[in-house]
């Protein structure tokens, strides 16, 4: 009977959803790139580990070194903002580093590799803990793509941790162990990667360089509420809000204003983030339709949310209610 290891199926998975994203062309070549450097990670790792072709090793180093920094750039153009040569040149340093390490410092790499795995994997965290906006991430999306990414970042974080038991259970003499671990902890980490991209939130939308904001420190309180007033203004006039595609750059893109300025102004003036306070056009908007008889779902895509999740939580919030409890009580209200 013919069995594959565990990485070779990985591999075919990753190389498949690779293939299917190309051909829909639903993501950035910067995402293709990670899956398809994550489905050779695999492939290699199964030739070396299984069928003992070790000549591939450097092969199987050279995939694992660009992937914690692959990862960082496609969760930059993802939600954040898109690659510039100028600032990311910078990312190169790491895996050049470890190569470096390998060739001329071997045991090093014990501690070099876990610790480019830890640092972007909690750069990602660090990042997604606070209440930073995601500007180029759908906003009817809501918490959905930081979810996405945090599991990525945690995943990474697992992939040093491998690293950290392979190097434990060689010191201790056990040998036998490293395929295994290989094949359980990296094969997880690759194939939830993978995984991951099936969420069309993991991508913002369209991406467009946004304004860039160069100062920390935002405008007085009255250059905060003329900003809001004309966001109002256009929200109301064009109902941007009913774009399921609407991201933060493109609102700051049409107020002609950075990113910053734009999100700090509505935190300021309206004590919500950039999402709960498009959401709430949203909501309204989602009422207008229920009045007039429609479903539930009707009404959530109606007025320009990504979920169901999302669309429940946040209509609860301004609300008060369930869209299910609000739509009852316009129909006994009419009755």
């Not at 750069?123 to 759908?138: C, K, N, T, V």
């Not at 671990?181 to 991951?196: A, D, E, N, R, V």
């Not at 939130?201 to 369209?206: I, L, T």
């Not at 493109?250 to 999402?275: C, D, F, W, Y």
Request: glycine fraction near 8%; aromatic fraction near 8%.
């Amino acid at each position: 009977m013919l069995t594959l290891p565990i990485p070779l199926v990985v591999a075919l998975i990753l190389g498949f959803l690779a293939l299917r994203h190309a051909l829909a062309g639903d993501r950035s070549v910067l995402f293709l790139v990670l899956l398809a450097s994550c489905a050779f990670q695999a492939l290699v790792i199964s030739l070396t580990q299984h069928y003992g072709l070790v000549m591939l090793w450097p092969l199987q180093l050279l995939a694992a070194v660009v992937m914690a920094p692959l990862a960082w750039l496609t969760f930059q153009t993802a939600v954040l903002r898109p690659v510039d040569l100028g600032r990311d040149w910078v990312h190169l340093l790491g895996p050049v580093f470890t190569l470096f390490c390998a060739v001329f410092a071997g045991p090093t790499l014990d501690v070099v590799l876990p610790m480019l795995f830890l640092g972007y994997g909690g750069s990602i965290l660090l990042y997604l803990r606070g209440d930073e906006a995601l500007p180029l991430a759908r906003l009817g999306a809501g918490p959905v793509p930081a979810r996405i990414w945090q599991a990525v970042g945690i995943l990474l974080i697992l992939s040093a941790l491998s690293d950290i038991l392979i190097a434990l259970a060689l010191w201790d003499g056990h040998v036998a162990w490293r395929p295994l671990i290989i094949s359980i902890f990296t094969s997880f980490t690759l194939l939830g990667i993978g995984l991951l991209s099936l969420s069309r939130d993991a991508e913002g939308a369209a991406q467009e360089k946004p304004e860039t904001d160069t100062s920390e420190t935002p405008g007085p309180a009255e250059e905060d509420a003329a900003l809001i007033a004309r966001l109002e203004v256009l929200m109301q006039a064009e109902r941007l809000h009913l774009d399921p595609d609407l991201t933060l750059a493109r609102l700051a893109r049409r107020l002609h204003v950075p990113i910053k300025q734009l999100s700090v102004a509505i935190n300021r003036m309206t004590g919500e983030n950039v999402s709960r306070y498009v959401n709430g056009y949203r909501v309204q908007a989602a009422c207008t339709v229920l009045q007039k008889g429609e479903t539930v779902t009707e009404a959530m895509l109606a007025s320009g949310f990504n979920t169901k999740s999302n669309f429940n939580r946040e209509f609860s919030r301004v609300m008060g209610q369930t869209p299910s409890a609000f739509l009852r009580a316009e129909g006994a209200g009419k009755g």
